[in-house]
């Protein structure tokens, strides 16, 4: 008679018991509190495109290898597919990083359209569904770097890549980038009038970034959000007050949204305008230093106006490659890091090369001297032994 | 009274100029120039971690085996600066690299030249171009040397003469800290089959008169080598066993690559690798200077399972100085993420050679100096304080 009762009783308890005894926590887990933090003490350490130099730009490896080589953040580029789910993508068309080129069952989609003013042909992203684009297979964008990781890879979305940098071990900032809003915006549209920046920012609010430049919130979860287009960093301004980084381009391009020129968007009277909005610009490195036949020129003041109205540099993008590296450098690119960093007093770089940037500044700006303690204390050690030897 | 006047005015005026003459001839010893720094005061050469050797100086920055590339190596830091010694046609002693004239010198533009282009057998290679052995020293001297690698900086082409064995030690004497010399005896079967010296001595006998005349002598490490460091080294082991009857300085076995033969002896590479020719050239020679494919070989540019060629050698306590170390991205495997620093650490650390061979100086020096702690250091100084007691 009272079995059934006991029985249910018994198997109450086991439910209630596995729910709140976690017995074996997953391994790559670490509760919030014991996490090594940001460092905030010398220039960031962006993995632009994760540790693209290595592995095949923007993809779940890339991003793990930047985090292991000691990435402060991960960058992306957010564009979307034609269902409208974010995906994490540099180009607006699948050409050159994909092997979209061999899927016969794509043959039919190439298109023309007119982006930032300019008649462009290929495969765009916002014509495959993301179930489409999953069958793809990323490669290697330049020749000259490792092949071997080509057709192993697919693209990832913005929730997989915000999971990436929440699973580390460690505190690992986001960077995404809102990437040719007005194209998207033109060839996407979302439910309820919501347009590309709504979605974006949505995003981030769902896994929980939050918080201005430096406060207990934005700590925990560090993100920038960057895009050349002035008006989308305004528009998401009012959604969010997670810092914002506005991207220069070269001094030909004028801004996609605003159609405004380099000179305009670097004046004075703009960066008055934009540092309501802003914490830091992003801009390409040889038009801070400008370069003729290969050397640099002397310094434009680009970086003292910025630093003068309080924004922040990311300059992009800095690269091992010989043919990337002016001969100032002598083909190092530690030199370059060096010329930067000391020289130049940028406050965070974008690199290709992560594992290099790191080292450069652990090498000469360490966080800890953990490094030298094993020989202090052995020296340590040696001088306690011999001690008593002088005292005779 | 004219006559006398006349004559008595020459007189005063040779004695005047005696007088001048003598007097700045005794200035000069007692103002000695300013760059002269007494050897006794000059600061030692590093002697605990792996040298860093300037391959034909500088010449990632300058064109090579030129008084710039060597000042500029000097400047960065190098511990010895490296050439190569052919002669000319008269019989002297000078630095370059290739056999002919063509690829580092702008002798192909030389119309009064142009005859002097022929083929002579190198190494069993028929050869065609201008040959350093058809050139007097004084017709050599009016060539310009260029940059060799097209993808380096091409601005001091035309510049810089050829210079001389001599001009070469000159430098590293005026040098204002102890910077050691690793000269080698490039050729020496073809330039004693085109250069006839009138006393029938060889180009060996005339390198080592050279060394001897600026004062090089003394075993490794001994107080008269650490005074004037100095490394011979060869890829013909028999003019290295010739001069160890003229010499006690330390001397490098060079050894090419797997296909190619001694070319003075005919040897196979398996055969001057073999434990018994280890065993029998250690008896001349301190150390090996192997291209550093050879001893880890790379596959689809990755390098893969090291051989045992360093450990063999260190067993016999031969040092193991490999070539050729350069940062651009072409010369790196892929293990190293075109980062010319973490091929030196992999060398460095993981393989222990005691000497490289590199193209850029400063970037070894950079990498060492940013790698050793104070504690580091001090504690490799004790070790082989330590050591070298242990010797004696």
């Given at each position: 008679?009272?079995?059934?009762?006991?029985t249910l009783f018994a198997l109450l308890c086991l439910v209630v018991g596995t729910a709140a005894r976690p017995f074996y926590p997953l391994p790559s887990k670490v509760a919030d509190g014991e996490r090594q933090p940001l460092q905030t003490s010398r220039p960031y350490n962006i993995a632009h495109?994760?540790?693209?130099?290595?592995?095949?730009?923007?993809?779940?490896?890339?991003?793990?290898?930047?985090?292991?080589?000691?990435?402060?953040?991960?960058?992306?580029?957010?564009?979307?597919?034609?269902?409208?789910?974010?995906?994490?993508?540099?180009?607006?068309?699948?050409?050159?990083?994909?092997?979209?080129?061999?899927?016969?069952?794509?043959?039919?989609?190439?298109?023309?359209?007119?982006?930032?003013?300019?008649?462009?042909?290929?495969?765009?992203?916002?014509?495959?569904?993301?179930?489409?684009?999953?069958?793809?297979?990323?490669?290697?964008?330049?020749?000259?770097?490792?092949?071997?990781?080509?057709?192993?890879?697919?693209?990832?979305?913005?929730?997989?890549?915000?999971?990436?940098?929440?699973?580390?071990?460690?505190?690992?900032?986001?960077?995404?980038?809102?990437?040719?809003?007005?194209?998207?915006?033109?060839?996407?549209?979302?439910?309820?009038?919501?347009?590309?920046?709504?979605?974006?920012?949505?995003?981030?609010?769902?896994?929980?970034?939050?918080?201005?430049?430096?406060?207990?919130?934005?700590?925990?979860?560090?993100?920038?959000?960057?895009?050349?287009?002035?008006?989308?960093?305004?528009?998401?301004?009012?959604?969010?007050?997670?810092?914002?980084?506005?991207?220069?381009?070269?001094?030909?391009?004028?801004?996609?949204?605003?159609?405004?020129?380099?000179?305009?968007?670097?004046?004075?009277?703009?960066?008055?305008?934009?540092?309501?909005?802003?914490?830091?610009?992003?801009?390409?490195?040889?038009?801070?230093?400008?370069?003729?036949?290969?050397?640099?020129?002397?310094?434009?003041?680009?970086?003292?106006?910025?630093?003068?109205?309080?924004?922040?540099?990311?300059?992009?993008?800095?690269?091992?490659?010989?043919?990337?590296?002016?001969?100032?450098?002598?083909?190092?690119?530690?030199?370059?890091?060096?010329?930067?960093?000391?020289?130049?007093?940028?406050?965070?770089?974008?690199?290709?090369?992560?594992?290099?940037?790191?080292?450069?500044?652990?090498?000469?700006?360490?966080?800890?001297?953990?490094?030298?303690?094993?020989?202090?204390?052995?020296?340590?050690?040696?001088?306690?032994?011999?001690?008593?030897?002088?005292?005779? | 009274?004219?006559?006398?006047?006349?004559?008595?005015?020459?007189?005063?005026?040779?004695i005047t100029l005696a007088a001048l003459v003598s007097v700045s001839a005794g200035r000069a010893l007692m103002y000695p120039l300013p760059s002269s720094v007494p050897q006794a005061e000059k600061k030692p050469m590093q002697t605990f971690r792996a040298y860093n050797v300037a391959h034909r100086g500088s010449n990632g920055e300058l064109p090579e085996e030129t008084a710039p590339a060597y000042m500029r190596a000097i400047a960065e830091g190098a511990d010895f600066i490296e050439s190569d010694i052919q002669a000319t046609k008269?019989?002297?002693?000078?630095?370059?690299?290739?056999?002919?004239?063509?690829?580092?010198?702008?002798?192909?533009?030389?119309?009064?030249?142009?005859?002097?282009?022929?083929?002579?057998?190198?190494?069993?290679?028929?050869?065609?171009?201008?040959?350093?052995?058809?050139?007097?020293?004084?017709?050599?001297?009016?060539?310009?040397?260029?940059?060799?690698?097209?993808?380096?900086?091409?601005?001091?082409?035309?510049?810089?003469?050829?210079?001389?064995?001599?001009?070469?030690?000159?430098?590293?004497?005026?040098?204002?800290?102890?910077?050691?010399?690793?000269?080698?005896?490039?050729?020496?079967?073809?330039?004693?089959?085109?250069?006839?010296?009138?006393?029938?001595?060889?180009?060996?006998?005339?390198?080592?008169?050279?060394?001897?005349?600026?004062?090089?002598?003394?075993?490794?490490?001994?107080?008269?080598?650490?005074?004037?460091?100095?490394?011979?080294?060869?890829?013909?082991?028999?003019?290295?066993?010739?001069?160890?009857?003229?010499?006690?300085?330390?001397?490098?076995?060079?050894?090419?690559?797997?296909?190619?033969?001694?070319?003075?002896?005919?040897?196979?590479?398996?055969?001057?690798?073999?434990?018994?020719?280890?065993?029998?050239?250690?008896?001349?020679?301190?150390?090996?200077?192997?291209?550093?494919?050879?001893?880890?070989?790379?596959?689809?540019?990755?390098?893969?399972?090291?051989?045992?060629?360093?450990?063999?050698?260190?067993?016999?306590?031969?040092?193991?100085?490999?070539?050729?170390?350069?940062?651009?991205?072409?010369?790196?495997?892929?293990?190293?993420?075109?980062?010319?620093?973490?091929?030196?650490?992999?060398?460095?650390?993981?393989?222990?050679?005691?000497?490289?061979?590199?193209?850029?100086?400063?970037?070894?020096?950079?990498?060492?100096?940013?790698?050793?702690?104070?504690?580091?250091?001090?504690?490799?100084?004790?070790?082989?304080?330590?050591?070298?007691?242990?010797?004696?």
């Amino acid at each position: 008679m009272g079995s059934p009762c006991l029985t249910l009783f018994a198997l109450l308890c086991l439910v209630v018991g596995t729910a709140a005894r976690p017995f074996y926590p997953l391994p790559s887990k670490v509760a919030d509190g014991e996490r090594q933090p940001l460092q905030t003490s010398r220039p960031y350490n962006i993995a632009h495109r994760g540790s693209n130099g290595e592995l095949p730009e923007e993809t779940t490896a890339a991003y793990m290898r930047a985090i292991e080589e000691g990435a402060d953040f991960i960058e992306t580029d957010i564009l979307s597919s034609k269902d409208g789910v974010l995906i994490c993508f540099h180009d607006f068309t699948l050409d050159d990083t994909t092997d979209v080129a061999q899927h016969k069952e794509f043959a039919d989609r190439e298109r023309t359209y007119e982006v930032q003013g300019a008649n462009t042909t290929g495969f765009f992203t916002v014509d495959f569904t993301l179930k489409e684009l999953k069958s793809l297979r990323v490669r290697q964008r330049y020749p000259f770097r490792d092949q071997k990781y080509n057709g192993k890879f697919h693209i990832i979305t913005f929730e997989e890549y915000i999971s990436i940098a929440l699973d580390a071990t460690r505190v690992v900032g986001i960077y995404p980038e809102i990437k040719n809003p007005v194209f998207i915006n033109e060839h996407v549209k979302w439910p309820n009038g919501k347009k590309f920046e709504d979605m974006f920012v949505e995003t981030l609010k769902k896994y929980g970034y939050k918080g201005s430049y430096m406060s207990n919130e934005w700590k925990k979860q560090p993100a920038f959000i960057q895009s050349f287009a002035p008006t989308s960093l305004v528009y998401v301004s009012n959604l969010t007050d997670l810092p914002k980084i506005f991207l220069i381009d070269d001094i030909t391009v004028p801004t996609q949204d605003t159609n405004q020129s380099y000179w305009e968007i670097t004046s004075d009277g703009y960066f008055d305008f934009i540092k309501n909005y802003v914490v830091g610009i992003g801009p390409w490195k040889d038009t801070v230093v400008p370069v003729v036949n290969n050397y640099l020129q002397p310094p434009t003041d680009l970086v003292a106006r910025a630093h003068a109205h309080d924004l922040q540099v990311h300059p992009y993008t800095y690269r091992n490659e010989n043919l990337c590296l002016h001969f100032n450098f002598n083909q190092d690119p530690y030199q370059e890091y060096e010329f930067w960093i000391h020289k130049m007093g940028i406050d965070g770089l974008f690199t290709d090369f992560t594992g290099s940037l790191q080292k450069y500044q652990e090498w000469t700006s360490p966080l800890s001297s953990r490094d030298s303690s094993n020989e202090t204390s052995l020296l340590h050690k040696i001088a306690v032994m011999v001690s008593p030897y002088e005292r005779v | 009274m004219k006559r006398n006047m006349a004559f008595i005015s020459c007189v005063v005026f040779t004695i005047t100029l005696a007088a001048l003459v003598s007097v700045s001839a005794g200035r000069a010893l007692m103002y000695p120039l300013p760059s002269s720094v007494p050897q006794a005061e000059k600061k030692p050469m590093q002697t605990f971690r792996a040298y860093n050797v300037a391959h034909r100086g500088s010449n990632g920055e300058l064109p090579e085996e030129t008084a710039p590339a060597y000042m500029r190596a000097i400047a960065e830091g190098a511990d010895f600066i490296e050439s190569d010694i052919q002669a000319t046609k008269d019989g002297v002693l000078v630095c370059m690299h290739d056999v002919t004239l063509d690829a580092t010198t702008d002798v192909a533009d030389r119309k009064e030249f142009a005859d002097r282009k022929t083929t002579y057998e190198v190494q069993w290679v028929n050869t065609t171009g201008w040959f350093v052995v058809d050139f007097t020293l004084k017709e050599l001297k009016t060539l310009r040397a260029k940059q060799r690698f097209d993808f380096r900086d091409q601005q001091y082409n035309g510049k810089f003469p050829p210079i001389t064995f001599e001009e070469f030690i000159s430098i590293a004497l005026d040098a204002k800290r102890t910077v050691g010399i690793y000269p080698e005896i490039k050729n020496p079967v073809f330039v004693n089959k085109h250069v006839k010296w009138s006393d029938g001595k060889k180009l060996e006998d005339r390198f080592v008169e050279t060394l001897q005349k600026f004062g090089y002598k003394g075993q490794y490490l001994s107080k008269d080598w650490l005074k004037q460091p100095c490394f011979i080294q060869s890829f013909a082991p028999s003019s290295l066993v010739y001069i160890s009857n003229q010499t006690d300085l330390p001397k490098v076995f060079l050894i090419d690559d797997v296909t190619i033969r001694t070319e003075d002896t005919n040897q196979t590479y398996n055969e001057i690798t073999s434990d018994s020719y280890f065993n029998y050239i250690k008896d001349y020679v301190m150390a090996i200077g192997p291209w550093k494919d050879t001893v880890v070989p790379p596959e689809d540019n990755y390098l893969e399972k090291s051989t045992d060629l360093i450990a063999k050698a260190h067993a016999l306590g031969m040092q193991v100085h490999p070539y050729t170390y350069r940062n651009e991205n072409s010369f790196l495997h892929f293990n190293f993420h075109q980062d010319p620093y973490v091929e030196y650490d992999y060398w460095i650390n993981r393989r222990g050679v005691d000497g490289l061979f590199t193209d850029f100086t400063g970037s070894l020096h950079r990498y060492q100096e940013w790698t050793s702690s104070s504690e580091k250091q001090l504690l490799q100084k004790i070790a082989s304080m330590v050591s070298s007691r242990d010797r004696s």
